[in-house]
C-alpha cells in the first residue's frame, strides 16, 4: 500500500465510486450472495440497502444479521487488471424501522433515485450494516484491515 494514503481513503474512494456490491449472507449452513446498492453513511461505518421481504436475502438477515459485502473498482473506468483492488466490509445488519427508516429511505434513494419505486413498496425492507471491519485488498501480497471503533 502507498503509505502516503491511508486505508480510510481507499475506503472512502471505494465506497463513492462503487454503487453496487456484492452482499453475502448465510441461512441454514448455506451461503447466499446478491448483487445489492449500497449507501454509505458519511464516516463510512454503516452501509444502507433494501430488498424485498418475500427474498431469501430477507430470511437470512432476519435470522443471523452477520453479513460481508464486497466492493471492487472495476466500476471506475479504464482500470488495468493489476490496478483492480477489492474492499470488503464485515459487519452486522438490521432492519430499520420507526425514526430510523425516514432519515436511511431518504439518503439511499437520492444516491439511488432509479429505485424510488423500489424502496416506496410496501415488501421493501431497508436495512443498515454497521461495519466493523474493513479488509481492502491491492494485491496477492498486499492486505490490509481497517478495524472500525465506536
Aim: negative net charge; proline residues 3%.
Amino acid at each position: 500500500m502507498n503509505k502516503s494514503v491511508t486505508i480510510e481513503t481507499y475506503v472512502q474512494e471505494a465506497l463513492q465510486s462503487c454503487t453496487f456490491a456484492v452482499l453475502a449472507t448465510e441461512g441454514e449452513g448455506q451461503p447466499h450472495a446478491s448483487l445489492v446498492a449500497i449507501t454509505p453513511s458519511d464516516d463510512f461505518k454503516e452501509l444502507i440497502f433494501a430488498t424485498y421481504r418475500s427474498t431469501r436475502k430477507y430470511n437470512n438477515l432476519t435470522k443471523n444479521g452477520k453479513v460481508a459485502v464486497l466492493f471492487e473498482n472495476r466500476c471506475a473506468n479504464n482500470i488495468r487488471q493489476q490496478d483492480i483492488t477489492v474492499l470488503t466490509a464485515f459487519g452486522n445488519a438490521e432492519e430499520l424501522n420507526n425514526e430510523a427508516f425516514e432519515p436511511a429511505f431518504e439518503s439511499h434513494v437520492f444516491k439511488h433515485p432509479e429505485q424510488r419505486t423500489f424502496l416506496s413498496s410496501k415488501d421493501c425492507a431497508i436495512f443498515r450494516i454497521k461495519v466493523a471491519a474493513y479488509q481492502l485488498v491491492l494485491g496477492i501480497d498486499d492486505v490490509n484491515w481497517w478495524e472500525i471503533n465506536e
